[in-house]
Each structure stands twice: as C-alpha cells, then as structure tokens.
C-alpha cells in the first residue's frame, strides 16, 4: 500500500504542475479565439483526467456492476458537466472549479489511506514482544534458531533478561516473569517447575528451561500480533457524511437534470439547446465544492482544537465516533492507576507504624523488587543496612534476614508460616507484606498500585456527559481490580484478562451496543493493542504508552490524565455541532441555486459566487471548532 500511496501522491503532484500553464499562459494574445478555446479545453483537461483518474476508473466500474450513485459517480458527473457545457455552450465553462474538486476530493482519499496504511503497518513492526529467536537444546548443545523453527515438545533454554518465545511448560528452575507487556499485569510472577508459562513474558531472574506445548504460529504471541492486525480491517470505518449524502442526493440531482433537459421540449415544445444548458449548468451546480471543503474544514478545526489540549485524534471519523460515545472501557495497570506501587496502609500489632516499616525496610534494603522500593519510599529514608547478614531470597514470595542476632522475615503469609510465623491472611484487596522478627508476627503493610489523582474525576465528568456504561478490564489480580472498580464506581469490572479475552469482553460489549452509539478503550501497554484496534475508538495514554499502542489508537491522550477524554468527549459534540450547521447552511444555500438554475436565472458564475462564499463563511464558523 505504500508505493501505491507514493505513486498517488506522485499523480497528484503531476496534474496540479500540469495545471499551472493553463491558469498563467494569456492563450487569447496568442492565439485566435477558436484555437485558444479549444487549447484552454484541453490544458485543463490533462490535469483533470491525470488527478482524477482513479475517481473516473472507479466511477465507470461502478457504472458497470450497477453501484451508480456514490460519491464518485457524483464527482464525476459533476465536474464532466463543466467541460459538455463548455463544449456545448462556448464559454460557459469553469474549468478550474472541475479540476479544484477533483483535486481535494483525491488529497482527502490519500491522506485517509496513509492513516490507515501506517496504523496497521506500525502495530506489526512496534510490537516488541515478538521474540527475535529461540535458543533450543539439541543433542546436547545449545542452539539459536527462529522461533518457528521450534518444534512442540523441544527444551528451551530461558536466561534471566530474555523473553520467552513459545508457550509452553516449566522442567528446570524458578524464577519472577514480567507478564506486564502481555497482560498489564503489574506484580511479577513467581513461577516454578511444573507451571505453564505464556510466550512473550520475560524472565526476571533464574534461568529456566521450558518444553514448548505449542508451535509458534499457536502461540500466545502469535495470536496477539494476528489479534492486532486483523483488528484494524474488522473496524468498520465511520462512513463519510459525503457517502452518506450522496446516496440520496446523486440520483436526485441527476433526475432533476434529465427531466429539466428533455421534459419541457418534450411536454412544451420549447427549445431543445436552451434546457440542455440549463440542466448542464444544474449538475455544476449540483457538485458539492461548499461541502467539500467545509466539512473536512470543521473536523481539521475541530482535530486542532484537541491537540492544543494534549489529545492527538488520528481522523475526522474518529472525532465523530467520539461524539457518539456511550460506553468506555478502561484497561487498569497505567491507564487509571501510575503503574508505580505505593503503600496504602499499615496494620501493626504490638508496635508501631514506624518500627513495622523501619523492620520492612531493612530486610528489603538490597532489592529492586517494585515493592521493596515502595516500602522504603513509604518510610522516606534508605535504612542502613550495616550489620545486615544471611540475606535469602524466596523467589516471588519474599526475603529472609539476620540484623544483629534478630531474625527478620518478609514476605506472603504463606512464606511466614512455612518460616514458624503464625501470620494471619491478608483482610486488605491489596497485596499484603507480611512482617515477622524473631518468630513474632508484626503485622502486616497494604500495598497497591496507587489510583492516578484525576480518576475518579473523569469517572464523575463521563457519567455527567451521559455515558452509559464504565467498565474495567484488565490482566491484573481480581483483587487489585475490584478495589479500584469499587473507588471509581464502575458498572464492571474483569480481570486476569489476556489480550485475547480483552478482545472478546470488547466484541461482547459491542454486540450490546444501543444504535448510533460507539465504544471507547483506553490503554497504554503492548497488550493493549488489539483491543484499541478493535474499538469503534481506541484511546491510547501518550506520555507512558508503548509505541505499539499509540499507533494501534485512533486518539493519543498526551498527559495521560484520564479526565481529558472527557474535555476529548466535549470538544468532538461541540464540532460535530459545527459541522451540522455548516452542512444545513451549504445544503441550504446550493438548493437555492439549483432552483435558481432551473429557471434559467443563475448562471455559472452565479453558481460559483455563491459556492465560493458559502465555502468562506463555512470556514470562518468552522475557526470556532478551534476552541475547547
């Protein structure tokens, strides 16, 4: 699709250079007035046939399989209806307007393609968690080959850093797997021998081998990438209004001609040449310059206006389908939370909160873990870990320490009591942190993946706006999701979704859709592609989301402040509004012309004065889009 873009825009560019000598060269100083009409006729029609030569070929195929009125037919009735007057009716025509329409009508059909070609090209060519290669043990070596190389039931050998390129089931070695990119899941896993394990996560520490279940192209990774792909073509794209209105408008604009041009010499003996001319001048008329321009001129206003607030909105479809929203689907995990942990709360038991984070801490002191960070931020201070020993790492389930004689435990409460601690379950919907010194229970810290401050907010302004339906869907832990389903108030909530059953939950809401209304998804991981896709509009986070997912979204919210899809919501009906009242005003004013033309008391330049002003005076009132 590229090089057939290129070669578009390389045709345009042809006839728009070809188009220069016929408005520049006086043909009449330089030639009599017969062969200059007939050199000015054929000037202008090499531009035309070049830029409109897909529009002419579509038309007449169109014209063949019986699809007659569409857009394209309508061009090119129109804009034909310039040069058969001109021919018929010596210096009648406006040539240049014929060669303008086609013009804007093949820069607006270009620029849609290069949109849609680069979306689905980019979700291919982002998606990072396509593994590179594999490595494989055979007969006893190590071997790096492609993924689908890889046969079902051979040895992957999985090092610490590396992504794991095929499903399959662990044989040797524990270790934590960051399944964030593939499910938006925010806690590493902790993963053992005998578990199953997906493609695409990466493994965090101890190297693995893993015995494939699956070929590639079955594969976890496989199916998402396919899932993104095929999502952008199982979109239905918004129709254009022009496609819409042309449907009704071309066959009865071109009826209205053929009966001007042969019922009153027929019915009333009246002239034959002047009624021809007049149903000529009737189908220049009849071509929509004013909404031509008008139109794409509110939705580019409109697109504008949103960016000066941070939202980047791909289409002028997108901002319709904006408009229309009535249902808005959250992912979790960076979208409504920080993605960064925090501590929430502290339940000690026989001390205080300062000791029970100052034990946590310091036990937690050499590690990286997401969570060992949160405590010690909570705490304010990196405690000295002079005097620390026997530091013992329990893979996924927590750490083990001496300080000075005193034994420190911390971790799960499973991970205490196997130590001898009577630790209680956990009665927080976060994650809990369990601490133990010298066998005596402390108490226990709540941690979670803290709510970014607007949340709530935009929960509160998109209800206020009539959006019927909030749901969360995320790949997080059922626990983690219902505590920020029940802050926000959402009407659902799924968890520990793969991008495939985020696809499906997607798919089921869209079947419940109310007519004329349109879904929503906003994300901002590489999971989250196909289902951004998939949505009559996929909203992508700019400032912390994956390249994959901002070029699989139809809108980039650039803050990443979850209120500003509702300033999105707001700014799109206040355009839409503008462009309905550029439309009724264009419509209003050609129909006026147009019975003007059937009786013969609007000329051509009648008919492009009044095209041309109602063209400015739509763009003036569609400057206010600009406005938020």
Not at 155 to 182: F, H, K, N, T, Y
Not at 292 to 316: D, E, H
Request: glycine share 10%; hydrophobic share 50%; proline share 4%.
């Amino acid at each position: 699709m590229e090089t057939e873009n290129k070669r578009t825009l390389l045709r345009l560019l042809i006839g728009a250079a070809f188009l220069i000598p016929a408005l520049l060269i006086p043909l009449g100083e330089y030639f009599g007035e017969k062969s200059a009409f007939w050199i000015e006729i054929a000037l202008y029609l090499i531009p035309y046939i070049i830029i409109g030569a897909d529009v002419l070929r579509d038309a007449a195929t169109n014209l063949v399989r019986g699809k007659v009125f569409d857009e394209k037919f309508l061009m090119t009735i129109a804009t034909l209806g310039v040069f058969a007057l001109a021919l018929a009716f010596k210096g009648e025509g406006d040539y240049i307007e014929a060669v303008a329409v086609m013009l804007f009508y093949e820069v607006g059909e270009l620029c849609q393609d290069l949109a849609v070609d680069r979306s689905r090209d980019a979700i291919s060519a982002l998606m990072d968690i396509r593994p590179d290669s594999a490595t494989v043990l055979r007969e006893g070596a190590l071997v790096t080959v492609s993924p689908e190389a890889v046969k079902v039931g051979e040895a992957l050998r999985v090092l610490p850093g590396e992504r794991i390129a095929l499903d399959g089931v662990i044989l040797e070695g524990e270790s934590l797997l960051d399944m964030s990119a593939l499910t938006g899941e925010s806690l590493p896993r902790a993963i053992k021998a005998g578990e199953a394990v997906l493609s695409g996560g990466v493994n965090l520490s101890g190297a693995l081998t893993i015995e494939t279940t699956k070929l590639y192209g079955e594969s976890t990774v496989a199916r998402i990438l396919e899932l993104a792909e095929n999502s952008l073509d199982k979109k239905a794209k918004t129709e254009s209004f022009i496609t819409r209105f042309a449907r009704i408008y071309t066959p009865a604009v071109c009826a209205l001609a053929l009966a001007l041009a042969v019922a009153p010499p027929l019915l009333g003996g009246l002239e034959w040449a002047i009624w021809i001319k007049r149903a000529l001048i009737f189908l220049v008329v009849s071509c929509p310059c004013a909404l031509v321009i008008s139109v794409p001129m509110g939705f580019f206003a409109g697109i504008g206006g949103a960016s000066r607030r941070g939202i980047l909105v791909k289409g002028g479809s997108f901002l319709e389908a904006l408009s229309r929203l009535d249902t808005v689907v959250f992912d979790k995990t960076g979208t409504l939370t920080t993605g960064r942990f925090a501590v929430t709360m502290l339940f000690p038991e026989g001390v205080s909160e300062r000791e029970l984070l100052e034990t946590a801490a310091l036990a937690e002191s050499g590690s990286l873990h997401p969570i060992a960070r949160s405590i010690i931020e909570a705490l304010g201070e990196e405690p000295s870990s002079d005097g620390l020993t026997d530091v013992r790492d329990f893979a996924g389930r927590g750490v083990s320490a001496s300080f000075h004689g005193d034994e420190i435990a911390v971790g799960s409460a499973k991970l205490l009591r196997e130590l001898g601690v009577a630790a209680p379950e956990g009665g927080s919907l976060d994650p809990c942190v369990f601490v133990a010194k010298n066998g005596v229970y402390l108490g226990r810290i709540a941690i979670a993946d803290a709510l970014k401050p607007d949340a709530g907010e935009a929960f509160s302004r998109l209800r206020e706006l009539g959006i019927n339906k909030l749901v969360i869907l995320t790949g997080d832990s059922k626990a983690a999701s219902a505590r920020v389903a029940e802050e926000l108030r959402a009407d659902e909530v799924h968890a520990q979704l793969l991008p495939q059953d985020k696809v499906a939950e997607v798919e089921r809401l869209l079947a419940e859709q109310a007519p004329g209304g349109a879904l929503a998804f906003v994300g901002d991981g590489v999971n989250d592609a196909p289902v951004l896709a998939r949505a009559d509009v996929g909203i992508a986070m700019g400032g912390i989301g994956s390249d994959a997912a901002l070029e699989a979204a139809d809108v980039v919210i650039m803050d990443d402040k979850p209120s500003a899809l509702a300033v999105g919501v707001t700014g799109a009906r206040r355009t839409m509004a503008i462009v309905r009242q550029n439309i009724f005003f264009a419509l209003g004013v050609k129909f006026l012309v147009l019975g003007l033309a059937a009786f013969g008391i609007a000329g051509m330049w009648l008919a492009i004065f009044a095209d041309v002003g109602v063209s400015m005076i739509a763009i003036m009132n569609a400057m206010r889009a600009l406005k938020y």
